[in-house]
C-alpha cells in the first residue's frame, strides 16, 4: 500500500470586514494487494464582505472520491463526486439576536459506465433565526424549503423529483446560576437515505480491529467470517463502510435532550450537614433519537418516541444515559452508577442490520494509608445482534463483568497495580445457548 496526502489550509482578513478561508486536502493511494486505487480530493472555502449591519458570504464544499481498478484501469462503483455552494446574508452583529437568509446548491455525481455523471440537483432557500437576547435561554429556528431534480443518467431506482420541508429548533437554558443546565434539539425533514456496503481491509498486525477466521475452510474471506479480535496480534483487518448509488426516500426526525443537575454550582460553602450531603450529588441525563423512516401515511411519523413498524423503520440511532454521580472530586472516596440503552439500525444493500445494547454499571473507588487504593468496576449487560442477510451472526448474550484492582502510588511517578477480573456471558436459548 502507497499512499500521499497533500493539505492546504489558507486564510486572510482585514479590518475592512473582509475574509477569506480555504482548506483542502488531496489524497492518492495504490493497492496492490487488492489491485485498488483511489484519488480523493476535498476542499472547503469561504468567502464573507461586512457592509455596515450586513455580512454577504459565500462558501461551498466539493468533494471527488475516484476509486479505480488497476488491472482493468476502470471506475468502481462506489466513485462518486458532490459540489455545494452558498450564498447568504445575515445580520453582523450576533451578540444579541441573528437573522441569515441563505440559497444553497447541490450537486452530486456517481458511477455509470465508467464515468461519473451527474446524478441529483438540490436547491435549498430558508432562514435561520438565532435568540440570544433572553438571559441563558438560547434559541435557535432553522427552515429550509429543498427541491431536488434528478437528471436522466438516474436509472435503476425508486428515486423521484421531490419538494421537502426541514425544520429545526435548538433550544439550551440555563436556571439557577446553573443548577439546572439543559440542552434541546429537534430536527425533522423529508430526505434520500443512500444503502451502504462494506468490506474489510487487510492492515498491519494490530492496527486493525477485525479478525478472520475461515469457518468452512474454502480459503475465501467471506463477510460472515470476520470476528472481534481477541489479542493485538490477530487484529489485521478494519471494517470498511462505502456509500453506494442506491438511494431510498425517508422521513426523519431526530431529537436530542440533555439534563444535568449540579448542586455544588449553588451551595458553594455548605454548613449544614444536609448541604453538605446534597453537595455531593450531581446527576447527567442524556437522550437521543434519530430514526429514518418511509412515509407509512400516518401522522405519528414526527413523532421520535412511536414505536415504528419495523418493515417502515430503515435507519436508527437511539440512546439513552442516565448517570448518577457521588463525590465525583473526592480524592478519597467516589462512586458513580450509569445506565445504557442503545438500539441502532443501518440499511445495507443486503438488508437491515439492527444491534441492541443495554447495561447498568456501578463504580466506586476508596483510598486508605494514604498511598493504597482499591477500584471497582461492575457491568451487567445485555448485548445483541440481528442480520437479514447474515442469519448465522445474529445474537443476544447477557454478560456479567467485575475488575477488582488494587493499587499502590507513594508518588507522581511510579504507580503499581494488580487486578483480578472476571466474565460470564451467555448467548440466549433461541440464539444458540453458548457459554463463556
Excluded: C, M
Aim: hydrophobic share 35%; net charge positive.
Amino acid at each position: 500500500y502507497n499512499g500521499a496526502r497533500h493539505n492546504v489550509n489558507a486564510g486572510y482578513g482585514n479590518t475592512r470586514g473582509f475574509k477569506f478561508t480555504y482548506n483542502g486536502s488531496l489524497l492518492n493511494t495504490a493497492d496492490n494487494y487488492i489491485g485498488q486505487s483511489t484519488r480523493f480530493y476535498r476542499h472547503k472555502s469561504l468567502v464573507s464582505q461586512k457592509v455596515r449591519r450586513l455580512l454577504f458570504s459565500y462558501s461551498d464544499d466539493f468533494e471527488n472520491n475516484r476509486f479505480r481498478y488497476i488491472l482493468s484501469d476502470s471506475l468502481a462503483p462506489r466513485s462518486y463526486q458532490f459540489w455545494e455552494w452558498e450564498g447568504s446574508v445575515a445580520t453582523a452583529d450576533s451578540a444579541k439576536n441573528n437573522v441569515k437568509l441563505f440559497y444553497r446548491e447541490r450537486r452530486d455525481k456517481h458511477a455509470y459506465d465508467n464515468v461519473l455523471k451527474d446524478s441529483t440537483f438540490a436547491t435549498n432557500i430558508g432562514i435561520k433565526s438565532s435568540i440570544y437576547a433572553i438571559k441563558n435561554n438560547p434559541i435557535t429556528l432553522v427552515i429550509t424549503y429543498r427541491k431536488l431534480n434528478l437528471t436522466r443518467n438516474v436509472r435503476d431506482t425508486l428515486l423521484k423529483p421531490d419538494n421537502t420541508l426541514l425544520n429545526r429548533i435548538e433550544y439550551n437554558p440555563r436556571y439557577f446560576k446553573g443548577l439546572i443546565t439543559a440542552g434541546f434539539f429537534y430536527e425533522t425533514g423529508y430526505g434520500l437515505e443512500n444503502k451502504k456496503e462494506f468490506y474489510y481491509l487487510e492492515v498491519a498486525p494490530g492496527l486493525g480491529q477485525f479478525a478472520w477466521k475461515d469457518y468452512n475452510s474454502n480459503g475465501i474471506k467471506e463477510l460472515n467470517e470476520f470476528e472481534v479480535a481477541l489479542y493485538s496480534d490477530q487484529a489485521r483487518y478494519i471494517r470498511v463502510y462505502t456509500p453506494t448509488n442506491q438511494y431510498v426516500k425517508v422521513l426523519q426526525n431526530q431529537l436530542s435532550i440533555s439534563f444535568s443537575i449540579r448542586p455544588s454550582a449553588i451551595i458553594k460553602s455548605p454548613k449544614t450537614k444536609a448541604a453538605r450531603f446534597a453537595n455531593r450529588w450531581s446527576l447527567q441525563t442524556a437522550l437521543r433519537f434519530d430514526n429514518k423512516v418511509s412515509d407509512y401515511g400516518r401522522n405519528d411519523i414526527y413523532n421520535p418516541f412511536t414505536a415504528f413498524p419495523a418493515d417502515y423503520l430503515l435507519t436508527s440511532n437511539n440512546n439513552v444515559r442516565q448517570s448518577v454521580f457521588f463525590n465525583q472530586g473526592s480524592p478519597l472516596f467516589g462512586a458513580d452508577y450509569t445506565y445504557i440503552n442503545t438500539r441502532s439500525r443501518q440499511l445495507l444493500t443486503n438488508g437491515i442490520e439492527a444491534r441492541a445494547l443495554e447495561s447498568s454499571e456501578v463504580k466506586w473507588r476508596v483510598t486508605f494509608l494514604k498511598n493504597w487504593a482499591i477500584n471497582s468496576d461492575n457491568i451487567y449487560s445485555l448485548k445483541g445482534n440481528s442480520s437479514q442477510f447474515f442469519t448465522t451472526r445474529n445474537y443476544n448474550i447477557r454478560a456479567l463483568e467485575s475488575e477488582q484492582k488494587l493499587v499502590y502510588q507513594p508518588g507522581t511517578v511510579f504507580r503499581i497495580s494488580a487486578a483480578y477480573k472476571y466474565s460470564q456471558k451467555l448467548n440466549l436459548v433461541e440464539s444458540g445457548g453458548q457459554r463463556a
